[in-house]
């Protein structure tokens, strides 16, 4: 086979691969909206963000968090969506995060937060979904549990709840 047939061959397997891995891009929500996804990311199914349903968040891989936090009373049990998995599921290249609550609280966090601990986006407590009354439903929760080095103002400031954005700069 001739050098320009190989590479012919080549390039068109390469275009197949990537047409087939758009095909598979991130699907489109069939529940209610609850969190939009927007900025520096390849992968979307609404426009130029990415809109996440509830069950396609608890589809990603998770982690469950039992810790104690400033704003609940004793131990408590959050689950949710791993922030790196979220971040992998978009195609992100930014370095800061703004997350944005419902009351249009907004917050920027390092994007190596995300990457460096194994932050949630907990979408349970206890077991439950959270409503937006009891900080759902979503809920910025860092691995207070594997390192309390994290315990201070600086990450609690970055503990978003209410969560409805994040724009990825």
Do not use: C
């Not at 937006?132 to 979503?138: C, S, T």
């Amino acid at each position: 086979m001739s050098l320009l047939k190989t590479l012919s061959v080549a390039g068109l397997g390469l275009v197949m691969a990537v047409t087939v891995a758009d095909a598979a891009g991130l699907s489109a929500p069939t529940g209610e909206v609850v969190l939009t996804v927007s900025g520096r990311i390849s992968d979307t199914n609404a426009g130029a963000t990415a809109a996440f349903d509830m069950a396609m968040l608890e589809a990603m891989p998770k982690r469950t968090t039992v810790t104690e936090t400033p704003w609940t009373k004793g131990t408590v049990t959050f689950e949710g969506p791993l922030g790196s998995a979220l971040l992998d599921r978009v195609g992100a290249s930014g370095t800061v995060l703004k997350i944005t609550a419902l009351n249009d609280y907004a917050v920027e966090v390092p994007v190596e937060d995300f990457r460096k601990w194994p932050v949630i986006l907990a979408t349970r407590k206890d077991g439950k979904v959270m409503p937006v009354r009891d900080k759902g439903p979503i809920f910025v929760i860092y691995p207070f549990d594997l390192d309390r080095s994290l315990y201070n103002e600086k990450i609690f400031s970055r503990s978003a709840w209410q969560v409805k954005s994040i724009e990825i700069r």
